[in-house]
């Protein structure tokens, strides 16, 4: 049973709208939630992360929101780049340690 | 470049052969890990090791079998593979882990083989 599911597999986008990317979680343990960029032939890269004692973190155009009650994390890019075409992941983890626990991911196609 | 490196980038093998992944981080990390990707499905957590100290075992198969003899350095032995090990097998690092270190910590991944088994 997936923990942490990215239900939409692709995302099109226009150059210079926003993107929302959303992931979904079901374990209420999990206290910290990061977001990972992953280009073809290269590994995921760290993008942006969350504790769960916030509900918004900004990092330039890169937004996330944590809905607790809801167990729903989103990833605002505005205004979103061609280079930004990416599969993103989202993660979380549990507690203090450093086990993470990854979604299906969401690709993102930002068209020019 | 994210201070990880794997070689080989590629790996053809049958499933009689033995081989090995070789993952280097350049960090100064004291965690390393292991990570399946296989088509259409999330990553897989396989291993985890704190200061070469092995803390996770995914309950993997025994045909992989890791080692980690400092730090810097990790290694997935694989042998008798089955055509659905085929996948891109992610290594990546992090820093604390264990009591006394930072709570939550970012892993930095390598670039990842892809295996294909035959």
């Not at chain 1, 210079?16 to 995921?44: Q, V």
């Not at chain 2, 092995?54 to 290694?75: A, D, I, M, Y």
Request: positive net charge.
């Amino acid at each position: 049973d997936q923990q942490v599911k990215q239900n939409s597999p692709s995302l099109s986008v226009q150059e210079g709208r926003i993107s929302i990317l959303n992931c979904d979680y079901t374990n209420s343990m999990f206290d910290y939630f990061l977001w990972y960029k992953k280009y073809p032939a290269e590994g995921p890269t760290f993008l942006i992360s969350i504790s769960s004692i916030k509900d918004k973190n900004e990092d330039g155009r890169f937004t996330v929101f944590l809905n607790k009650s809801a167990k729903h994390l989103s990833l605002h890019i505005v205004p979103s780049q061609p280079g930004d075409s990416a599969v993103y992941f989202c993660a979380a983890s549990a507690g203090a340690g450093n086990m993470l626990t990854f979604g299906g991911g969401t690709r993102l196609m930002v068209k020019p | 470049e994210t201070g990880v490196t794997q070689t080989p980038r590629h790996l053809v093998m049958g499933m009689t052969n033995k081989k090995s992944l070789k993952c280097e981080q350049h960090l100064g990390h004291n965690a390393m890990y292991w990570y399946k990707q296989s088509a259409k499905k999330p990553l897989e957590l396989m291993f985890v090791y704190n200061f070469k100290e092995q803390t996770e075992n995914n309950s993997v198969p025994s045909r992989f079998s890791p080692e980690c003899p400092n730090s810097s350095h990790l290694f997935l032995h694989l042998h008798t593979l089955q055509p659905e090990d085929s996948a891109l097998y992610l290594c990546a690092s992090s820093q604390g882990g264990l009591a006394g270190g930072p709570v939550h910590n970012e892993q930095f991944f390598g670039p990842g083989t892809r295996l294909t088994v035959l």
